[in-house]
């Protein structure tokens, strides 16, 4: 009898014991980045998953200075086959221009819930680089505008919306298409050097167009915008959406310079002038299709208004227009200057030397 009780409880302490088994922590054993110019590659390796558990792999990617496309941030949702498991992702981003140092983290959460979160530091290689702009294509010239800030400063959180305009003249009637690539804004402030990385723009002078708009390709990080042959006053270029950090500017900073190539894809003859503006928002977006901007001054599909163009004349989430939130600073004064006060005008001729004798 003793002895049947005895068996009874050692089978007892061994349910209890195996009912006492903890869902195993999942671990994050590897998260190693390659970085290039233009793109980044990272490996990612776990274990100690509980299979049949749903997890989310999450990952962000820096750059500092600050560069556009920057936080790259990333999610994978997955349901554990077996107590490991690895993937690898590679990805573009827009071209650096400069030197930039790369940090990040990567984070494990899962089992919904019931396993502990884990976090680990992504190992970069390398860490740092130096990128310099590829060469500008056939039929492009180079361009800088120097210009600067005036007296107000800027707030720490605000955003400064850098946008630039241009005309053109002797394109041909049956289209042309400009480009903007490798451009950059470039200033110092309180000792650090700012360099900040612009997207590139597509304008297609279309002969069959009869209003102006643009959208943004999230993908190619590319305003592509569609005018009338004829053009206009003021055709929107291109435009960045930047964070300020949080010890904000101080005003009056110059020089402020914005550079880039300008290319007409083959079509010589085009004569490009062109000019820059810089408008501060309380709060603002860089998600660059809910803002809106307007085309052209007097060609832009669906605004007839005399705003112009680089004007965001979207809404925020909160049924705000964005011009509702401009204040002073940059190279706006806040009120009604919703793209900042111009620049000078810069008059650029592609050349196609290499194609025209």
Partial sequence: MFRRCLTVLCIAFG???LSAVPALAGQINAANASMTCNAYGIALALSSLTPGSQYTLSYEIDASPWASGFPIIGSIPFTAASSTYSNTLTAAFPALAGSFTFSGTATLTGGNGKENNATTVISF???SLTCAPPPPPPCSAQSINPSNFNGTSIDGGDYVWFNANFTASRIPSTGATVNLTNSTISFTQGGTQYQLSVPNAQIVFSPTATCSSTTFDTMTSTWVTTVPVQGDDEIFLTGLAWPVPSGGLDGGINPV??????????????SIQWKWGAAVYSSFTTNYNALAVKAGHQTACG????????TPE????????WKQLVVGGARGGGGSNWTGSWSSTQSVFPSCQSIYK
């Fill in 15 to 17: 349910l209890v014991t």
């Fill in 257 to 270: 310079n914005w550079q880039g190539a300008l290319s007409t894809n083959g079509v010589g003859g085009v």
């Fill in 303 to 310: 605004h007839s208004n005399g705003d112009h163009a680089g």
């Fill in 125 to 127: 290689s390398p860490s």
């Fill in 314 to 321: 979207g809404f925020n989430n909160n049924n705000q227009t």
